[in-house]
């Protein structure tokens, strides 16, 4: 991999944030649901778990985040209550994690959100578990995924999602620096053997003018290696990375209801 491409990537990859290179906005001017949502810290601060006010949890989504959020933006971002909005009114409850900020998948990252769903289980109870990721999350959630080796995990949606790190992602310091300086090549999940998610089945949103993944580590990529042994449907949507018309929540809804 010549210089010049190592640094065109770090570049692209710093202004885009791998979390919004598009202008779009989110579809209406709410500034929170438009129902009666109990707030709670699921495992303490730098967790948040919501549901319906007085109703039951029928099943609940775990949320990875994106580069520069935090748990709060399943309640305080627009594009994510148009996320979350039809899962939430169906019965679901959604909880996340700082998980270590800006971890892009490295084992605190990971741990954090072992902890979250151990108390969300505890919380909710014995309900469908469902993860639900964008960009940079991706790498925490099929590492979690790939261990969960009873199936409690029903199915993953991807929005926007960054599904492996490629050799030259490796290079860059604000990746590496979380993983301690070195990220090695079998934290990528495209290294993995398509057996890791046999079974499984993702739903991946994809930006049609995304140009912040990069080449490896798409949505079609993971598809191709993987789709042999797993159920990978693939929207495509709208816009640039992270485009407001990939949360589809009322899809999402009908899609994890389905596996349910």
């Known amino acids: 991999m010549s210089r010049r491409v190592l640094v065109a990537l770090a570049t692209l990859l710093l202004a885009c944030g791998l979390v919004s290179c598009s202008k779009d906005e ?3 001017g709410a500034k929170d649901y438009g129902f009666q949502v109990a707030e709670v810290e699921v495992n303490g601060p730098g967790t948040l778990g919501l549901s319906e006010s007085g109703h039951d949890v029928k099943g609940l989504l775990v949320y990875f985040h994106g580069l520069d959020q935090t748990a709060r ?3 305080d971002d627009e594009k994510h209550r148009n996320l979350f909005d039809p899962a939430l009114r169906s019965g679901y409850a959604v909880v996340a994690a700082d998980a270590r900020g800006n971890a892009f998948g490295n084992p605190a990252s990971q741990q954090q959100y072992r902890r979250l769903i151990a108390a969300a289980r505890e919380k909710y109870g014995a309900v469908p578990v469902f993860f639900v990721a964008e ?6 959630a099929l590492a979690l995924l790939n261990e969960d080796h009873d199936g409690q995990v029903k199915g993953m949606v991807g929005v926007s999602p960054l599904m492996g790190i490629p050799p030259a992602a490796r290079k860059v310091a604000y990746i ?3 993983w301690g300086g070195t990220v090695e090549a079998s934290a990528d999940p495209m290294t ?3 057996s890791a998610f046999a079974n499984r089945a993702f739903r991946l949103y994809l930006p049609k003018a995304d140009t912040v993944i990069p080449a490896g580590a798409t949505g079609k ?3 191709a290696h993987f789709g042999s042994v797993a159920t990978i449907d693939i929207v495509e ?5 992270v485009a407001s018309p990939c949360y589809q929540g009322d899809d999402v809804e009908k899609w994890i209801g389905a596996l349910s």
């Open 26 to 28: 989110a579809r209406d």
């Open 135 to 140: 960009s940079m999350g991706t790498l925490a």
């Open 221 to 223: 990529d993971f598809a």
């Open 192 to 194: 993995w053997p398509p």
């Open 237 to 241: 949507c709208e816009g640039g990375h």
């Open 73 to 75: 933006v399943i309640r």
């Open 176 to 178: 590496t620096g979380p």
